[in-house]
């Protein structure tokens, strides 16, 4: 059965990540931490605090993702996004983590579809080469000069077909946002379950706000958990909202669910 969690942040070297984890301890039930790295100048007893603290508990990182590309038209970019994440992978090993989320990021608006695929498929493998735990989010439409990606769940879909070795964190608010229907969302998990290692849930409105406590959005939740029921789900779900009191409400809602 799927383990549930919620996220952390450990954004910097100073963080005060230990109140964080004290508050998501207090949450029954709990399996798993997504831990947000994104200036990886951590020190060495900050990262084996959290690790302490977290005894017990399922580790996962969400990889930096801000001012980071890896279908940059910029090739030094690209570059250097790979070496963070390459770096970030060191502090995974030290922590036993599961699973990295990936961002592939943005591309610029005068590239086209087959250009922007081509750069992300190289860029992938080559992590993916360095570690299997690499896994990639769909996330949230961004159109202006930079166009995020990917959005889609069918472009997720044609990457995986390029890469088979390629796994999933599918983010169910970020579906609903771009506007995903309950039948793609369906049709997708049925076809890659195996392939999905994390799931992160907050709720949504089509084309408007998202990370916000469920029960506020579009999101049928009892919908949701049926799904992962009828495909046999069995990996890790985290709740991806921006304060506590949220991820409060929305663990209470989900008590029918904790297994």
């Known amino acids: 059965m799927y383990k549930l969690g919620t996220f952390i942040k450990m954004t910097h070297s100073g963080c005060a990540y230990e109140d964080q984890i004290r508050f998501v301890k207090t949450l029954a039930g709990l399996k798993s931490v997504e831990i947000w790295m994104e200036k990886l100048d951590l020190q060495e007893n900050e990262i084996i605090g959290a690790k302490t603290l977290l005894d017990g508990i399922d580790i996962l990182i969400h990889a930096p993702f801000v001012n980071i590309s890896l279908i940059s038209c910029h090739d030094e970019i690209n570059t250097e996004s790979i070496k963070i994440q390459k770096n970030l992978l060191k502090i995974a090993k030290k922590i036993s983590a599961k699973s990295i989320t990936l961002h592939a990021g943005s591309y610029p608006n005068f590239f086209t579809t087959d250009e922007v695929r081509e750069i ?122 921006l304060n506590n009191k949220d991820v409060e409400d929305s663990w209470k809602l989900l008590s029918k669910y904790i297994k």
Do not use: Q
């Open 120 to 241: 992300a498929i190289k860029n992938i493998k080559i992590l993916l080469r360095e570690s299997s735990i690499f896994t990639l989010e769909n996330i949230s439409v961004g159109k202006k000069v930079n166009i995020s990606y990917p959005t889609e769940l069918s472009e997720l879909a044609f990457l995986k077909k390029k890469i088979p070795e390629l796994t999933f964190t599918i983010d169910i608010g970020h579906a609903i946002k771009n506007g995903n229907s309950k039948d793609e969302i369906e049709d997708f998990f049925m076809l890659y379950k195996d392939s999905i290692l994390d799931i992160h849930l907050h709720d949504a409105v089509n084309g408007g706000r998202d990370h916000t406590a469920l029960g506020t959005g579009s999101l049928d939740i009892d919908w949701f958990f049926n799904l992962l029921y009828r495909c046999k789900y069995s990996n890790y779900i985290n709740l991806e909202m």
